[in-house]
């Protein structure tokens, strides 16, 4: 990732952390690197957040990476340039609660599963890439259930992952996402770091039992992708809408 132009913002919570040695190490590879002035703006409203995010991908610019999380990013969609972003080329990486916005994108082309803050090489990146998959946080996923935005399911891959949630938490979610059919639509199930759950001791076993549980579908785990640091990136690419 050299000689780009790239730019850093927020579609959800205010960022609390400085994002200084992150932006020194993207510079490190001659890049030009913008930083959204209303990244730490705890009063910046859900348009003026989108609105930036329209502005960079109609300058084409070739990396926009969201390093926000927490509650907020479904609150920008609505306000998301979808024809302006059908157009740009600008490859959006975001994570956890990014996972809504990331999949309503991915609806027109691929984005990024990636929290860039989290890589200690930023200019180079690990990133893994299969064919038709969507998912992320499983909580920031069902953000989307019952809105246009809820991807079709079917043949597809579904990644799955998540931060917080002891094993009552993570079940009451496959159990929403099997009473939505959407364990029954899938061609195959991935699990990445459930962070809070594995730390337990039995952790593992929990995870595997809800997962067997509600999805009957080939199931398989690569804890690479996650919350923790240099955590791997996922490419999102189920691409649906032509128009």
Known sequence: MVNKKIGILNLSNPVTRSVSSLVEKLKEGNNDVKVSPILHDANASPKEKADLFNQW??????????????????????????????????????????????????????????????????????????ENVLGGNIRCFLKLAQTPFFP????KTLFLESYSGNRYRIESYFAQLSMMGVFSKIDRLILGNF?????????????????????????????????????????????????
């Open 152 to 155: 079709d399911c079917e043949g």
């Open 57 to 130: 991908i109609k300058e084409d610019l070739d990396f926009i990476f969201d390093v926000s999380g927490g509650d907020l990013a479904n609150t920008t969609i609505p306000y998301i340039d979808a024809k302006a972003f059908r157009r740009s080329r600008t490859l959006f990486a975001g994570y956890s609660d990014l996972t809504c916005v990331l999949n309503r994108l991915a609806l027109i082309r691929p984005v990024l599963l990636l929290q860039i803050a989290n890589c200690t090489d930023p200019l180079h990146p690990c990133v893994v890439d299969r």
């Open 195 to 243: 962070t809070e759950l594995l730390d337990e001791s039995d952790g593992k076993q929990h995870l595997e039992r809800i997962a067997r549980t509600y999805c009957r579908k080939p199931i398989e785990f690569d804890c690479r992708i996650g919350h923790q640091k240099d955590a791997y990136g996922l490419l999102l690419n189920y691409r649906k809408e032509t128009s």
